[in-house]
T-cell receptor, first 114, second 114 residues
Framework: NAGVMQNPRHLVRRRGQEARLRCSPM?????VYWYRQLPEEGLKFMVY????????ESGMPKERFSAEFPKEGPSILRIQQVVRGDSAAYFC????????????FGEGSRLTVL | GDSVTQMEGPVTLSEEAFLTINCTYT??????LFWYVQYPGEGLQLLLK?????DKGSNKGFEATYRKETTSFHLEKGSVQVSDSAVYFC?????????????FGQGTTLQVKP
């Protein structure tokens, strides 16, 4: 009974490269949230997706960031042309409307931009 | 906008001491309130929640009461253990249609010494 799986756990990129972070929700969950945690700060909402739909992207930076949750496969958070300020922990959480309403978080992906 | 403020850490206690971590919030409407815990190297886990004023959430010896008059949701435990060492996040959910969109405090690190 696997929980929310995120990979990679740690990712190092140089400025200008692309970062791709993956999230597989819990079995039976079709809703995924992405949060970002900057150093010494709390988690900040980025985007909420259902399969094949972006429901709420009000927390996503306007440029360089995108997210998808295809019909098959994991949700992907993509950061193009990374900058040092993108260094953070990125957490994915999944949710089932028919369940308890609880968010289940993955262990996070820690991005370091050199 | 909505926000959550937690007491700054780290909080260092001896085993069996009493714990209080303060959390206050600002929100329009009637949010649900949560405490999440993050153990080293792991994702966030829901510790307890309260969905309306005067509700008390409790789990694993931890308690928090939703106080609308003081806009607070302080976390308490009567006797902490070394295994309680973790980062604790207070959070609120303001939207009934998007309950996974949480606003987090900055987190409070608890260190319990034997």
């Amino acid at each position: 009974n696997a929980g929310v799986m995120q990979n990679p756990r740690h990712l190092v990129r140089r400025r200008g490269q692309e970062a791709r972070l993956r999230c597989s929700p819990m079995k039976g969950h079709s809703h995924v949230y992405w949060y970002r945690q900057l150093p010494e700060e709390g988690l900040k909402f980025m985007v909420y997706l259902q399969k094949e739909n972006i429901i709420d992207e009000s927390g996503m930076p306007k440029e360089r960031f995108s997210a998808e949750f295809p019909k098959e496969g994991p949700s992907i958070l993509r950061i193009q042309q990374v900058v040092r300020g993108d260094s953070a922990a990125y957490f994915c959480a999944s949710f089932a409307w028919s369940g308890t309403g609880e968010l289940f978080f993955g262990e996070g992906s820690r991005l370091t931009v050199l | 906008g909505d926000s959550v403020t937690q007491m700054e850490g780290p909080v260092t206690l001896s085993e069996e001491a009493f714990l209080t971590i303060n959390c206050t919030y600002t929100a329009t409407g009637y949010p649900s309130l949560f405490w999440y815990v993050q153990y080293p190297g792991e994702g966030l886990q829901l510790l307890l929640k309260a969905t309306k004023a005067d509700d008390k959430g409790s789990n694993k010896g931890f308690e928090a009461t939703y106080r609308k008059e003081t806009t607070s949701f302080h976390l308490e435990k009567g006797s902490v253990q070394v295994s309680d060492s973790a980062v604790y996040f207070c959070a609120l959910s303001a939207g009934s249609s998007n309950t996974g969109k949480l606003i987090f405090g900055q987190g409070t690190t608890l260190q319990v010494k034997p």
